[in-house]
């Protein structure tokens, strides 16, 4: 019997009732929630400050990034925040609220990253573009009040995209990232791991959801298997920042989330691993559910950006 929180079961109730996402067109289904979110009225924070930029990525496209600037003189660490939704769907309304709550216990600044989406821009281009905002913060952590500590973060998909950007980074000598912050993140793209089958169905994120993303986001079968897809693959994961990796209880990616953890260690690498008693997929964005177990998660990361940033740094401007 799964361990689920009365927050969790009244969460499932609701998702449980829509169609399965695998039987669904992205784009559709994409605009449906983008309708939703608009209709939900925005969380405000006396504390923390909005502003929105177009970030310049390859191949002279433009991307919005939207940051979230806690009260205050700074300079403060920057968080990147990726959001999730298997590459195909949300956008950074969907982590609006979250954002919020992480930059203001925090004292971060949060960047949030609306990264293109496939189908129409498969593998790698969001990974392209997650990287390319990566070097835009470091050009410009003067015009977001931040000093020299960047993380990258993300939930599921944007887990990935984050852990992959560390990876890219550290293949390309680029700036330094200080930390990784991964909640439920896909490292792994081969769906092999005994989460997939027990939580296969009923707990909100199906396995055949995750093969419709995956169909998706990749152009050929081969890419199953490349690092920047699915990170456990990748043969070297030495001289990767300190991570902070969460994962849901009953969620299929639990188990991937584990072993990229035990992986890193086994690299040498600082990670901090924690099982999200009773939780679910998605429930970092899932507000109106979640927002206690949210909160417990930002005091984690709080917790993790003390211990892995380091002090006494000034501004980079």
Same mark, same amino acid.
């Given at each position: 019997m799964s361990n689920l929180l009365l927050s969790t079961i009244n969460y499932l109730k609701e998702a449980n009732q829509h169609p399965p996402l695998y039987t669904m067109d992205?784009?559709?289904?994409?605009?449906?929630?983008?309708?939703?979110l608009k209709s939900k009225r925005k969380h405000h924070s006396k504390n923390v400050t909005r502003n929105e930029y177009l970030i310049p990525v390859r191949n002279g496209s433009y991307i919005k990034a939207r940051s979230y600037i806690p009260k205050g003189k700074g300079p403060f660490p920057i968080i990147?925040?990726?959001?999730?939704?298997?590459?195909?769907?949300?956008s950074i309304e969907t982590c609006d609220e979250s954002c919020v709550l992480l930059a203001e216990i925090t004292k971060s600044v949060v960047l949030s990253i609306n990264y293109r989406l496939a189908p129409e821009h498969k593998f790698p281009i969001p990974v392209y573009d997650a990287y390319d905002a990566f070097l835009w913060t470091a050009n410009n952590r003067h015009i977001l009040?931040?000093?020299?500590?960047? =993380?990258?973060?993300?939930?599921?998909? $944007?887990?990935? *995209?984050?852990?992959? @950007? !560390?990876?890219?980074?550290?293949? =390309?000598?680029?700036?330094?990232?200080? $930390?990784?912050? *991964?909640?439920?993140? @896909? !490292?792994?793209l081969t769906f092999n791991t005994p989460s997939y089958e027990e939580?296969?169905?009923?707990?909100?994120?199906?396995?055949?959801?995750?093969?419709?993303?995956?169909?998706?986001?990749i152009k050929q079968a081969a890419e199953i298997y490349h690092p920047y897809t699915s990170p456990l693959q990748a043969e070297n994961l030495s001289h990767l920042p300190p991570a902070l990796i969460v994962v849901a209880?009953?969620?299929?990616?639990?188990?991937?989330?584990?072993?990229?953890?035990?992986?890193?260690?086994?690299?040498?690498g600082n990670v901090e691993l924690t099982i999200a008693r009773g939780l679910v997929h998605?429930?970092?964005?899932?507000?109106?559910?979640?927002?206690?177990?949210?909160?417990d998660t930002i005091f984690q990361i709080r917790t993790f950006l003390s211990a892995y940033i380091s002090k006494g740094k000034k501004s980079a401007s």
């Open positions: 992205p784009i559709i289904e994409r605009e449906k929630r983008e309708i939703a990147i925040y990726y959001h999730g939704g298997g590459w195909v769907l949300n009040k931040g000093g020299d500590a960047i =993380l990258v973060a993300g939930d599921s998909a $944007g887990g990935n *995209l984050a852990t992959v @950007v !560390t990876l890219l980074n550290r293949d =390309l000598q680029g700036p330094e990232i200080q $930390g990784q912050i *991964l909640l439920y993140p @896909v !490292t792994d939580f296969a169905v009923g707990y909100g994120l199906l396995k055949e959801d995750m093969a419709w993303f995956r169909n998706h986001y209880e009953n969620d299929v990616l639990r188990d991937e989330g584990i072993l990229y953890a035990k992986k890193l260690r086994d690299f040498g998605s429930f970092f964005t899932k507000n109106e559910f979640f927002h206690q177990e949210i909160q």
